[in-house]
């Protein structure tokens, strides 16, 4: 994982100074943060490109959270809309970190999941049913996206099995925080406040459906170990 983590740093650094080199750009030609905001979210084009440029990049720089994005499509865009640019996002996103994968091998996905024992469990079961398991991963909160991208590209899974499993996982718990964007600025109107509690409503059950399916596995697991003794 080592070459990951070296065009991890070198995006970050390329990313900093190209900010640093456009502000100052910016700054001696007399734009301000409120200028460049209004050409982006005044051009259709622009708003899409900024978009599925940061879903591009959220596949080498981790720390983009995912929620911000789904929040921000809703935003710039009209409903709709904004869904249509998420699943092309979506599948950008998917696509890179699945390839990668394949490419990298599992031993090297394995060593950052060993890092993150939250989850080692449950990419261990999804080893077991590969489509059911990054359906399941999907719905829950917790994994990161482009580990879960680079652990299916690294199985025998099917690419379009996967990317079904994944677009179909992530859709409940994306499609309320794109209706959340669009009432961002009334964040105590029904328009936001009903997605807000779908939501939750959502990530609660999913958590309810990993706890139970993880002690079923767990009592098999024992069952299966006082069946070998």
Same mark, same amino acid.
């Given at each position: 994982m080592k070459k990951i983590k070296i065009l991890q740093y070198t995006v970050i650094i390329l990313t900093i100074v190209l900010l640093l080199v456009g502000s100052f750009a910016g700054y001696r030609a007399g734009y301000t943060l409120e200028d460049i905001w209004a050409a982006v979210s005044g051009s259709v084009l622009y708003s899409v490109l900024a978009v599925l440029g940061l879903y591009c990049l959220k596949t080498i720089l981790w720390v983009i959270p995912i929620n911000a994005l789904y929040l *921000? @499509? &809703?935003? /710039?865009?009209?409903?709709?809309?904004?869904? /249509? !640019? +998420?699943y092309i996002g979506l599948v950008f996103d998917f696509t890179i970190g =699945? =390839? @990668? &994968?394949?490419? !990298? *091998?599992?031993?090297s996905v394995m060593e950052v999941l060993y890092k993150k024992k939250p989850v080692q469990w449950l990419f261990a079961l999804a080893e077991k049913n590969h489509a059911v398991g990054c /359906?399941?991963?999907? #719905? /829950?909160? *917790?994994?990161? +996206?482009?580990?879960?991208? #680079? =652990?299916? *590209? @690294?199985?025998? !899974?099917?690419y379009f099995y996967f990317l079904a499993a994944s677009t179909l996982g992530m859709t409940p718990g994306m499609l309320p925080i794109i209706f959340m964007g669009k009432a961002v600025l009334t964040p105590f109107s029904k328009e936001f406040i009903i997605p807000f509690f779908i939501e939750l409503v959502f990530v609660v059950l999913a958590f309810i459906i990993f706890f139970v399916v993880r002690k079923k596995g767990t009592a098999a697991e024992k069952d299966g170990t006082d069946n070998d003794v």
């Open positions: *921000g @499509a &809703g935003i /710039l865009f009209p409903v709709w809309q904004a869904v /249509l !640019i +998420t =699945f =390839f @990668a &994968g394949r490419r !990298i *091998g599992k031993t /359906l399941m991963i999907r #719905m /829950l909160p *917790g994994p990161p +996206t482009e580990i879960t991208n #680079m =652990f299916y *590209g @690294a199985t025998s !899974i099917r």
